[in-house]
């Protein structure tokens, strides 16, 4: 199971199979936490992030965002953990805290 096959699973989403995206995604984390490979369960909480996101559930989004970010600090994926981040506070019209996100996603990136 790799990146493809969590992006994958992320594109099912998209086509209304949120349950066997939701399980790969588990998986995913899973087999990523077992292995010890924070970037791959940094993907699994950006999936988590997404689905999310595509709810409305925007507090959702910041648990999974933040928890990734603290999984995968440096990894590339913190920088779109960050952009999911800033997604859902600016659907929550919260500006200051968009900024906070963006700038976190700007550190993570030049780090």
């Given at each position: 199971?790799?990146l493809?096959?969590a992006?994958?699973?992320?594109?099912?989403?998209?086509r209304?199979?949120r349950?066997?995206?939701e399980?790969?995604?588990q998986?995913?984390?899973?087999?990523?936490?077992?292995?010890?490979h924070?970037?791959?369960?940094?993907?699994?909480?950006?999936?988590?992030?997404?689905?999310?996101?595509?709810?409305?559930?925007?507090?959702?989004?910041?648990?999974a965002?933040?928890?990734?970010?603290e999984?995968a600090?440096h990894?590339?994926?913190?920088?779109?953990?960050?952009a999911?981040?800033?997604?859902?506070?600016a659907r929550?019209?919260?500006?200051r805290?968009?900024?906070v996100?963006v700038?976190k996603?700007?550190?993570?990136?030049e780090?």
């Open positions: 199971m790799g493809f096959h992006q994958g699973a992320k594109r099912g989403a998209k209304g199979a349950h066997a995206a399980s790969t995604r998986a995913a984390l899973s087999l990523a936490t077992e292995a010890d924070a970037e791959i369960a940094g993907w699994a909480h950006e999936m988590r992030a997404w689905f999310a996101l595509t709810a409305g559930d925007y507090r959702g989004v910041i648990a965002a933040r928890a990734g970010a999984t600090a990894h590339s994926v913190a920088g779109q953990l960050a999911q981040e800033a997604k859902a506070w929550l019209g919260d500006r805290q968009v900024e996100a700038d996603g700007r550190r993570m990136l780090s």
